[in-house]
Structure formats: C-alpha cells, structure tokens
C-alpha cells in the first residue's frame, strides 16, 4: 500500500503522529515537505501544533508545497486526516495572529474562546473557562463516518487549543464537544476527515480513529 | 462543561532511569521509564510527567531518550520538567515526542525566556512549574518563589509570579508546595486557591498528596484543573484508577476506562 504521509510543515512535533501511525499499523510513515511525496501519498495527515499565522505562512511560501496540499484537499483525491490546525485552516479564516486568511475548504470561521463564557450567553452557573482548553473531553458524534467505527459516543480525547471553529453549515460536523460553547470537534467532507482534538495522544479511542482512518478510502459513505 | 479533571503521575529520572522506589510487584523493571509509563497509562493516567533530576551534564541528553522510547509506545501527553534552559532543550524534547515542558529556575533566571519560547512553540507547550513555600503566616498567607528543587529563595510572591507568567505567555502552570511536598499531608489548598484564583490559565496542584482524598480536595477547595502525585502511585497504595473513581464520588469530572 503507498505510504501514509504526514506534511511536515516545521512547525512542531510530528514524532507522535507518526509513531501512532506505525502503532497502528501503518506499513510506512513519511514525514515529509516534500511536494511529491505529497502528491503521491496514499493517506495523507496534516497536523499542526502552535500558530497558525506561522502555519499558513508555510504553505504560501513554498508554492509548489501548498499547490500540492490543495490538490490532495480536492474530493477524489484520497483521504486525508487533519489534526488540530489541520481542521482550522480548512475553513475561511481564523481570528489568531490579528486575523489569519485559511484555505477555504470548508465554510466556517476559527475564533478565540473568550475567558468568561457567561459573556456568551452562557449560564450564569458556569465557571470561568480556563484557556488553553486542555484535557480530555468529551465528543459528541453528529454524524455516522467510517473514521467514529468501533468508538462509543461521547468518549473523551484529549484536546489543546485556545481557538475553534464554528460553521453555520451543519452537514460537514462530524462531531462536537462543549467548552462554554459547543464548537467543532470533527469536521468530515468527501475524502476529508478532521478532528481539533489529538488522536495521537487520546490512547485507545485515538489510536482506533487512527486505525480507521488508515483502513478508510476516502469515501465517506457510512459503511455498515 | 464536561472536560476532565486531569491525574497526573510524575516519575523522577535520574540518567535514564527511573528513581525514587516505583514498588510495583508485578513489575519486571522498576526503573524503567517505558515500563512504568505503560503502566500508569493502562491504569488511565490523562498525562504523565517527567522530572529530570540528572545532574551531570554528560548525561543529559539521556531523558531525550527516554521521551523517545516512552513516545514511541504511550499514547497519552508527556511532560518534562528538569535542566531546561534553551530554546535547542525545548525543540530537541517535543522532537523526541514531548508534548510540553516544565520551566522553573529558567523562567526565574530570565523571564523573558517564557515569553521567547512561548511564541517559538506555542504556550499549549510550555508549563511554567512554580514552587512555593510559605511566608506570611496564619491570616496573611503568603508564599514566596523557589528554585534549584526548593534549595534556592528568590524573594519573588508566587501569585504575582504566577500572574506575570501568565502575561508572558505560559501555558499552564504547575504549582508545588515545598512545604507539602513528601509529607503526604495534602496539598497546600490556600497556595492553590490563590493561584488559581489569579489566573486564568489550567493549574496543575502538587506537592504533599497523602490520600485520594487529598486530590479530590485540591480540586474542590483548591480550584486545580489537574492533580499530580507521585508516591501515592508508585508505592502501589492506589491505582490511577482508584484515584478517579474517588474523585468521581465527590462529583469531580474524570475520564473512566469504558
């Protein structure tokens, strides 16, 4: 089977990925920024950790690197799983770094928690929201994909991030999960699948998706 | 809001090994990182956390091995605290598969350090681990700021501290009272209040945890959003498990095996 690849776009730690990946069963690992490495992946992942001002940056600045990431994003093109800021730079824009311009694949926007959620309409209950939102929390599953195959609604995964993506566009929401707010837990899309939370570090339950994900063929038909 | 309450076990390793009795008896090495950490992880440890106390220099880069092995096998966050003092310390652990690291007498030294390597590797990694012991006494407590494991007083409050660090850029910050910790009489719950108080980043208590009792007060009467303990875990008294589902009795969010 052609290899899973992970895009090393140089910003953060891509090792766990790529162990949990072989973990699971992965015949072959490649961390790589290399455009046809890319191109010829069969399971591509985009992860992303830290900024994503940084993050797209290096996407634009190597052209043919992004060209080939797009391409890779396009409906036929093979499953793809992002990861963290791999599911923010999906939509339009995010507010981080003054106001980031994404890839526009889906439609939505990435905004920063707010500290006080009852600023949000939130219950008068609720407690001050600790920001980054980290831990394990738990996913609401909206949808039926092959990638939720073998775990239960509601499990937790372990999160960490201080932005998240809301969307008026219901049918991509492949999962969600509350912090104040409900946000975007997971969004799934024809050949795409991509989850805020870390399966590389949400132990069983993430090494399952994972599981999944490298059996998935990109087509996002609820097998039965 | 449903996110879990974090424990947290924290293994001492001293070049390569870990020390401070693990007495599991089923165990085949004790003071193996890798060992010990599958174990804690099976028994549904939500991060495991690091502390290295290596001291000569020669054999520091051997906890990058451990991360390493360990990463290569545990699927669960990984913390190291211990001898972080460059940027190249921090890039070369969340290379090996750290997730983040732990900064005390760094981030004393020069605080900028916290700010620099916060937008280098975004705060998600960077704990800034503050160890505090008590000043003021009986109804003015304050607490005063530590360094070289609780050898070295800087005169620095541990609430302003942990303000600043927060404006700096940490992530979260791990709280420990040097005069709680070994004596398993439970955390400093005021120390913990007033820091969790200050801020709004996760706070991590540790520092003295004797009894399950002890973690699920750091929770509710300390406001800590995680627990670290270390003998309670190693010494076999409790299991993570067991640890959860007490905290769960008193009604504390926790993330339980299926």
Not at chain 1, 29 to 54: E, F, K, M
Not at chain 1, 59 to 86: F, S
């Amino acid at each position: 089977m052609p290899a899973v690849v992970i895009v090393n776009l140089g910003t953060g730690n891509l090792r766990s990925v790529r162990k949990a990946l072989e973990h699971v069963g992965a015949d072959e690992v490649l961390v790589s920024g290399n455009p046809s490495d890319i191109r010829n992946a069969g399971h591509l992942v985009l992860p992303g950790q830290g900024a994503i001002g940084t993050w797209m940056r290096q996407l634009e600045h190597n052209e043919e690197l992004g060209a080939a990431v797009r391409e890779r994003l396009a409906p036929e093109a093979g499953p793809v799983l992002g990861i963290c800021l791999g599911l923010q730079a999906l939509y339009d824009a995010s507010e981080e770094n003054g106001g980031t311009r994404c890839l526009g694949i889906l439609e939505g926007a990435v905004r920063r928690f707010d500290a006080d959620p009852r600023s949000a309409g939130a219950a008068d209950a609720t407690p001050r929201r600790k920001i980054p939102h980290m831990g394990w929390n738990q996913v609401r599953q909206e949808s039926a994909h092959p990638l939720w195959r073998g775990i239960d609604d509601g499990r937790r995964f372990y999160f960490v991030h201080s932005y998240y993506a809301e969307s008026d566009d219901a049918d991509h929401v492949a999962g969600t999960c509350e912090y104040g707010n409900r946000f975007i837990a997971a969004a799934a899309r024809d050949n795409l699948f991509a989850t805020q939370f870390h399966p590389e570090k949400s132990q069983r339950d993430g090494l399952q998706l994972l599981t999944n994900f490298i059996h998935w063929n990109g087509v996002s038909q609820p097998c039965s | 809001m449903s996110l879990a309450c974090r424990v947290i076990p924290c293994l001492d390793v001293d070049a390569g090994r870990v020390v401070k009795g693990v007495q599991f008896v089923d165990i085949r090495d004790a003071g193996d990182p890798v060992e010990v950490a599958r174990r804690y992880d099976r028994q549904g440890a939500d991060e495991i956390t690091f502390l290295d106390i290596t001291a000569s220099s020669d054999q520091r880069d051997t906890i990058v091995h451990v991360v390493e092995a360990v990463a290569g096998e545990v699927f669960i966050p990984l913390t190291v605290g211990g001898g972080i003092r460059r940027l190249e310390d921090i890039h070369r652990l969340l290379e090996a598969g750290a997730d983040k690291v732990s900064i005390n007498t760094t981030a004393v030294r020069n605080p900028d350090f916290i700010r620099e390597a916060s937008e280098h590797f975004g705060n998600q990694c960077i704990v800034v681990a503050i160890d505090a012991k008590r000043a003021g006494d009986g109804d003015d407590p304050r607490w005063e700021v530590f360094t070289h494991g609780g050898r070295n007083a800087t005169g620095i409050d541990a609430v302003e501290w942990a303000r600043r660090m927060e404006d700096l850029g940490a992530g979260e910050l791990l709280v420990t009272s040097m005069d709680r910790d070994g004596t398993r009489d439970g955390f400093d719950l005021p120390l913990m209040r007033a820091i969790t108080d200050a801020v709004s980043l996760p706070v991590i208590a540790s520092g003295g945890v004797g009894t399950l009792d002890h973690l699920a007060d750091g929770v509710l009467d300390g406001g800590a959003d995680a627990v670290l303990a270390a003998s309670i875990f190693h010494f076999g008294d409790h299991t993570v498990e067991e640890a959860k589902q007490h905290m769960a009795s008193r009604g504390i969010s926790v993330r339980l095996p299926v």
